[in-house]
């Protein structure tokens, strides 16, 4: 897939690059909520060494109406109290051109667009017309929906009106079955486009894919397992009291705790050895699998050879639908879901009714 991108350029100073090559970390609340939650929840976040970008949310797109949709313009001074108190570097979200106006009136120190306004390229447009000239660091959240191309496209549109230095985040998807997250991860996403577009730092926000403060660590940890260049985490003074996004933020101190988990030494070579260990043993039995598979397959082109003499069709669905219960019930008293070993089997029989297709010369 071909990119326009034009001039990015990253100097050291970028706030995207690692320095010393540790992630780059964001955090801080959803919401500005009021002058205080901020400066508390600054103070307290700008004690940990590792964050060097605070982010608040100053107008909030919410799903439905009547929540709390943000301080809006009164709260960019608190922004700047919180840059000019703790030294640390400021970001908001901005969805229009008169965001766009406002944020860099305030002197914000980079701009995000969220999953919400990626969608819409019209929005996307008339922030890039807003930023026309300005030099400024932009990050690209990803669209609600897994679609790369809109994602990509926002990235184009910044770049072509000069914005050079680009990051992009992985927020999660909406998807049909989004699991235990409140946006699904889709970690394939997050792969393929750095396979596509390696040239620009790649951020997580764990919190819009967890939804819940309890899975916020692991996946801040999948994230920076696959390389990505930093995490972007919300967190509040006093999560549960936020006026949007509570069950998701950490507390300060908890934010710290996680940092330190994520970043310490490696781990020693006696845990590596024994995961090595276990990662053999699945191997061999993946070799076991395999085997059994083509053992699997040449028997079905013996059924389709004597089906073809025999003048029977390959696929009877009677027996498709029997085979399928039985290896449920063997699935269930194995102790695997009956989810997963459907799934398997509706692959194997495909490829088997296949197989036999061939035979009969029906492709
Ligand atoms: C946010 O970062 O607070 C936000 C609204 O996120 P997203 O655009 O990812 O939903
Ligand atoms: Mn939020």
Redesign the pocket.
């Known amino acids: 897939m071909k990119t326009t991108l034009e001039s990015l350029d990253y100097s050291q100073s970028s706030p995207f690059v690692r320095k010393e090559g540790k992630p780059v970390i964001i955090a801080g609340p959803?919401s500005a909520e009021t002058e205080e939650q901020m400066m508390a929840t600054a103070r307290q976040i700008s004690a940990i060494p590792e964050v060097s970008i605070f982010r608040a949310?100053i107008w909030?797109?919410r799903t439905r109406p009547n929540a709390f949709e943000g301080v809006g313009e009164a709260a960019l001074p608190w922004l700047a109290r919180v840059k000019a108190e703790t030294g640390m570097k400021t970001a908001c979200?901005v969805a229009t051109g008169k965001h766009v106006d406002l944020a860099l009136k305030y002197g914000v120190d980079i701009l995000w667009v969220?999953?919400?306004t990626t969608v819409n390229p019209f929005s996307v447009q008339e922030i890039a017309d807003a930023l026309h000239g300005v030099d400024i660091p932009v990050m690209v959240?990803n669209p609600v929906n897994p679609d790369l191309q809109l994602w990509l496209g926002a990235l184009e549109r910044l770049s072509k009106t000069g914005i050079k230095q680009l990051a992009a985040i992985h927020?999660g998807f909406s998807t049909f079955d989004n699991g235990p997250y409140r946006n699904a991860p889709k970690w394939d996403m997050a792969e393929a486009f750095k396979v596509i577009v390696p040239e620009i730092p790649l951020l997580c926000?764990p919190s819009?894919i967890a939804g819940k403060q309890d899975l916020v660590e692991l996946i801040c940890q999948q994230a920076l397992g696959m390389q990505m260049d930093g995490l972007m985490i919300e967190t509040h003074h006093i999560p549960e009291e936020a006026w949007s996004d509570a069950a998701q933020q950490l507390t300060p101190a908890a934010l710290s705790m996680v940092i330190d988990r994520l970043l310490k030494p490696s781990k020693s070579d006696k845990v590596k050895e024994e995961l090595e260990g276990l990662r053999q043993q699945i191997d061999e039995l993946d070799d076991t699998l395999m085997v059994l598979l083509s053992e699997r397959a040449r028997l079905s082109e013996k059924i389709g050879t004597f089906k073809k003499a025999n003048d029977i069709a390959p696929l009877q669905i009677k027996r498709w639908e029997a085979l399928l219960q039985q290896r449920i019930q063997k699935a269930q008293a194995a102790g695997l879901t009956s989810d997963f070993i459907s799934n398997i089997f509706k692959l194997i029989h495909k490829n088997s009714v296949q197989i036999q297709n061939r035979i009969m010369g029906i492709m």
Do not use: L, S
């Open positions: 959803c949310g909030k797109p979200e969220g999953a919400r959240k927020r926000d819009h």
